[in-house]
């Protein structure tokens, strides 16, 4: 049997390694990313492989006249949170960013930090309600992917990809947090991958992302204090 | 072809200089290491001579980003605010506790959360600050500002930043 690391791909095949997955400890971690051994389900049966997307919906793209529609009405501004709205105001400082255009990124963080500094506190926070909240995002993430595929958006299917394997291992690690308490961060160091957000728990940065593979000087370390 | 200029990526940049040599403007000898774009001729003799892949050319004008699908849009909007719901509990957490693990793993969760959360915005039509999409956004919040808002900032950005799909 074959068991794949649903975070990085991973492959574990029990043919090749001294001890049977099944064996393996439930400390055990992904040699690769780091990922707790309940992250790794047992590779599907080519006749069975999780079922993606059937030939006919690739077959039958969508009518030109819908694709066309407009992404967002006028009045859409109503619908979008501060939260969101300061997400989309830090994207579009990095896409400047990336252009080039420094002063402009300055102006879209500063629209940023207004909507984050107005955006409502949780009234119950707490890392037991983040694990919940991970939870539900890996449940969610299945409906995302259908949505993108059926409007055969494959930007956002990747948005998926890589969002949905960086929750599973966010959600693993705040597990392991609930359970092991400060004593899995002690003497150590957390990173953050700065284009996936892949987190990795260890003394120095992963060579690769194992999410999006960009090199180890993409990762930032995470400091202490306030 | 679109009129490019060059910038150099000084992360990347392992100072070989051959950019110097080769540019028939000067525009990338200067002491601060940014091209100088008022310079640029926009020939790319420079990107294609540097020997660690440095300098790249980029366009003054990008093109329309994709269309989206409101439902797409709607799904993808969705899985945002949970992650930014997150982003705010985890700040919380991070702030108030004296635990220095639970302060890092929360900062690192917030930090995690909002890449995601950006680049779900990115795909939810927000893709590039030049689009229609984005001044219609700066258009209505300058119009209509929720308090406190920094209306300077958004007309700045209005100004600076041409809608290319007009």
């Known amino acids: 049997m074959r068991y794949i690391c649903m975070i990085c791909g991973y492959v574990y095949d029990d043919a090749k390694e001294k001890v049977p997955f099944e064996s393996l400890?439930?400390?055990?971690?992904?040699?690769l990313c780091g990922a707790a051994k309940s992250d790794f389900k047992p590779e599907a049966k080519p006749a069975q492989k999780t079922a993606p997307a059937p030939a006919s919906t690739k077959a039958a793209p969508l009518p030109t006249a819908q694709i066309d529609a407009p992404a967002h009405k006028d009045s859409d501004l109503k619908k979008l949170s501060p939260g969101q709205l300061s997400a989309l105001c830090s994207n579009l400082a990095r896409g400047c960013e990336k252009q080039y255009k420094p002063e402009e990124a300055g102006l879209f963080r500063e629209l940023a930090d207004y909507f984050a500094s107005v955006t409502p506190a949780i009234d119950d926070a707490s890392v037991e309600n983040i694990a919940a909240l991970l939870w539900s995002d890996i449940d969610n993430y299945s409906g995302l992917r259908s949505a993108a595929d059926e409007a055969s958006d494959r930007g956002a299917a990747r948005v998926c990809v890589w969002g949905e394997r960086v929750t599973r291992m966010l959600s693993s690690l705040v597990i392991r947090y609930l359970n092991e308490g400060e004593a899995l961060l002690a003497d150590t160091n957390i990173w953050v991958c700065t284009v996936c957000g892949f987190v990795f728990i260890g003394d120095e940065a992963p060579e690769l992302c194992p999410v999006c593979k960009v090199p180890?000087?993409?990762?930032?370390?995470i400091e202490g204090g306030k | 072809?679109?009129?490019?200029?060059?910038?150099?990526?000084?992360?990347?940049?392992?100072?070989?200089?051959?950019?110097?040599?080769?540019?028939?403007?000067?525009?990338?000898?200067?002491?601060?290491?940014?091209?100088?774009?008022s310079k640029c001729t926009?020939?790319?003799?420079?990107?294609?001579?540097?020997?660690?892949g440095a300098i790249s050319m980029v366009p003054w004008f990008y093109p329309p980003q994709q269309p989206k699908k409101d439902s797409v849009c709607d799904a993808l909007n969705a899985m945002a605010q949970s992650k930014m719901d997150a982003e705010k509990s985890a700040l919380q957490i991070s702030s108030s506790t004296n635990k220095d693990g639970l302060a890092r793993l929360m900062k690192a969760v917030a930090k995690s959360e909002?890449?995601?959360?950006?680049?779900?915005?990115?795909?939810?039509?927000?893709?590039l600050p030049q689009s229609h999409n984005t001044h219609v956004l700066l258009d209505n919040l300058i119009k209509n500002p929720p308090e406190g808002f920094p209306v300077e900032a958004a007309e700045k950005l209005l100004a600076m930043l041409p809608d290319n799909e007009l």
């Open chain 1, 25 to 31: 400890p439930a400390s055990w971690k992904c040699p």
């Open chain 1, 216 to 221: 180890a000087w993409k990762f930032e370390k």
């Open chain 2, 1 to 37: 072809m679109m009129k490019t200029f060059a910038v150099r990526n000084l992360k990347l940049c392992t100072k070989d200089c051959l950019c110097l040599y080769v540019c028939p403007s000067g525009a990338t000898d200067t002491e601060n290491s940014i091209i100088d774009i």
């Open chain 2, 42 to 52: 926009g020939c790319g003799v420079c990107a294609d001579a540097c020997p660690s």
């Open chain 2, 114 to 127: 909002r890449l995601i959360a950006e680049d779900i915005m990115r795909e939810a039509g927000y893709m």
